[in-house]
């Protein structure tokens, strides 16, 4: 069965601090795929990044980069100098046989 | 271009009544799904619909079913609400297993 854990629930940082969202998964599936989406205050459901399970590069897109490792089942999201907009839930979300599993979310604070 | 729409947005239904909650996609996604999101539970999965004629249970399916009307629609219906049913309902789609759409929710409310 796939599960998603995010351990952290809230975390609070002061704006233009870089903040990372911790993410474990596992499945028995050898071909997946990991997403990050962002949830704002007014509830809708944001994509920001995909990354299937046979690339482990890791890549910076603008404030976001993420880290995939495959050894220890995880793939950590974050945002660099973070801004007010950003404050937000973000779940993390594993996609195996057809399946799309989403972590409890982190809620981010970003404090002016 | 709509992207996942979701109908209705609110509903307030009396524990024992039954209600469809309606979703079509017009990207010409393979892949449906439903979840419901409950404070500090995340989103969890009620049902997917991997292609036109498919279903399967997801995390949570007791008190639900779904219906994979055709390729655009997928409905999810509670036959006999019951209060630990309140919550925000999403639909979303996917093509191929890229990213997910998302419709713009379902908040639900069962008195």
């Known amino acids: 069965a796939q599960k998603v854990t995010q351990a952290q629930t809230e975390i609070s940082v002061v704006e233009k601090e870089d903040v990372t969202l911790d993410c474990v998964y596992e499945?028995?599936?050898?071909?997946?795929?990991l997403f990050w989406y962002k949830q704002p205050p007014s509830g809708e459901l944001v994509f920001l990044i995909r990354?299937?399970?046979?690339?482990?590069q890791n890549e910076i897109s603008g404030r976001y980069s993420w880290n995939f490792q495959k050894s220890t089942s995880s793939f950590n999201f974050t945002i660099t100098a973070s801004q007010v907009v950003d404050s937000a839930v973000y779940f993390c979300a594993l996609e195996g046989n057809n399946r799309l599993a989403f972590g409890k979310g982190n809620q981010v604070v970003v404090i002016p | 271009n709509a992207g996942v729409t979701q109908t209705p947005k609110f509903q307030v239904l009396k524990t024992g009544q039954s209600m469809t909650l309606q979703c079509a996609q017009d990207m010409n996604h393979n892949s449906m799904y439903w979840y419901r999101q409950d404070p500090g539970m995340g989103l969890r999965l009620i049902y997917y619909s991997a292609s036109e004629g498919t279903t399967d249970k997801g995390e949570v399916p007791n008190g639900y079913n779904v219906s994979r009307l055709n390729k655009r629609e997928f409905s999810l219906r509670l036959e006999s609400a019951a209060p630990s049913q309140t919550s925000v309902y999403f639909c979303?789609?996917?093509?191929?297993?890229?990213?997910?759409?998302f419709g713009q929710g379902t908040r639900l409310t069962v008195v």
């Open positions: 979303a789609s996917s093509y191929d297993r890229a990213e997910a759409f």
């Open positions: 990354r299937n399970s046979f690339d482990e």
């Open positions: 499945t028995r599936d050898t071909t997946y795929y």
